[in-house]
């Protein structure tokens, strides 16, 4: 742990703290706020989905923006614009001014996450040194959120994510500005591999492998995105108050800190099926006992155990995944394809059932189709013949 007295080193772990502890102020309690709105099931489904619809258009812009200013400029100018967008979060209160400035602010938030990874892998540390403070940030924002939620008032939330996100800006300042990686000579086999494997758009859709992959990552965003949404709610209808239920999700974020800090340890050594199966077998196991039980005791034993493992180590099976069925160099492209068609657009579909389903036959049975779902992603991970691993280690 030497590297923790390098002020570099501080200087990443201030600046991911900081970020994803905004991004948890912004949006871990959102459907709590919102049900505290006296919104409905199906309206704040609508919420979330027009979010969602916004984040497709977003994440798009963040990239090209990202390909021509580069990650510092970029982030600077989109962090300025959903800053001044989110202040309407303390005066609207309507489906559709609430939901495209939310959508807005949570879409640019969300869609910046991306380039802070690109920031972590290119650090002169490993990747799992830096981003795991990513998930401390997060968890301590949603511990804080829940704290001033009940003891001062619902909006102290917003403020709380525009202070830590522009304080964050500030910190990105603070590292050196990331350089372009220079030119160099292609290998015979570099030449080799890019004309058999192509590296364009065309190439991606090509690969049935990567189709299938697309599949499964639908199904495993989509759900993971809903129960995220709906969890603080299903932990506030059994009576606990939104202080113990932040407490409850931001002890069970640790476990996501702790595949962040060994993924040296498993990532590489597991195959890509082993760890999907894994990730499948716990996230199936959490959507089963939320839709048996309501007792508070129980749904957060399981989250704490469930939960944040199988999501931390799927945003890196993520990575591993397509650096094994792509071209290197449709690797950016790749990951941009599984954010907007895999983990937009599955949420928005899940979204689209989740209102209905809770208004309707409640909010236990919604969890009962996340369990479907998760069954049914399970039975095409078995017949997926994927590559057991990449040509290059990616955690060690």
């Known amino acids: 742990m030497g590297y923790f007295k390098e002020r570099l080193y501080q200087k990443y772990v201030i600046l991911f703290i900081f970020y994803f502890m905004s991004m948890a102020a912004l949006s871990s309690l959102i459907t709590v706020y919102m049900r505290g709105l006296g919104k409905s099931g199906s309206e704040i489904s609508f919420i979330l989905i027009l979010s969602?619809?916004?984040?497709?258009?977003?994440?798009?812009?963040?990239?090209?923006?990202?390909?021509k200013w580069g990650t510092r400029k970029t982030v600077t100018i989109y962090v300025l614009f959903s800053a001044v967008i989110s202040l309407g979060l303390f005066f609207f209160t309507s489906n559709w001014l609430f939901g495209v400035v939310y959508g807005l602010a949570n879409a640019i938030t969300l869609g910046l996450a991306p380039l802070f990874d690109v920031l972590a892998a290119n650090s002169p540390y490993r990747f799992g040194q830096i981003r795991l403070w990513g998930t401390v940030g997060y968890a301590g924002g949603q511990q804080i959120s829940g704290i001033i939620y009940d003891f001062l008032s619902p909006k102290s939330i917003f403020v709380l994510y525009l202070v830590l996100y522009l304080l964050s800006l500030v910190f990105l300042y603070l590292l050196p500005k990331p350089e372009q990686p220079a030119a160099s000579p292609e290998h015979p086999s570099e030449k080799k591999e890019e004309a058999s494997g192509g590296n364009t758009i065309r190439n991606i859709f090509q690969n049935k492998l990567f189709i299938t992959y697309l599949i499964l990552a639908f199904i495993i965003f989509g759900t993971n995105t809903v129960n995220t949404s709906y969890l603080p709610l299903l932990l506030t209808d059994t009576g606990a108050p939104v202080a113990l239920v932040s407490t409850t999700l931001t002890v069970a974020l640790f476990a996501e800190v702790i595949a962040m800090a060994f993924s040296h340890r498993f990532m590489d050594h597991f195959t890509n099926k082993q760890l999907l199966l894994a990730i499948l077998f716990l996230s199936g196991t959490e959507y089963l006992v939320n839709f048996l039980s309501d007792d508070f005791l129980v749904l957060s034993i399981a989250t704490v155990l469930t939960k944040f493992f199988a999501s931390g180590t799927f945003?890196?099976?993520?990575?591993?995944?397509?650096?094994?069925l792509l071209n290197r160099k449709l690797i950016a492209t790749g990951t941009a394809v599984v954010a907007m068609l895999s983990r937009n657009i599955g949420t928005i579909f899940f979204q689209l059932m989740a209102g209905p389903v809770i208004d309707n036959v409640g909010l236990n049975y919604l969890y009962l189709i996340l369990f479907v779902f998760t069954v049914l992603a399970s039975v095409i991970a078995l017949l997926f013949k994927v590559p057991a691993q990449p040509k290059e280690r990616l955690f060690s």
Do not use: D, F, P, W
């Open 315 to 324: 945003i890196m099976l993520n990575l591993k995944m397509v650096s094994t």
């Open 52 to 67: 969602n619809i916004i984040a497709l258009i977003i994440q798009g812009l963040i990239g090209y923006s990202n390909e």
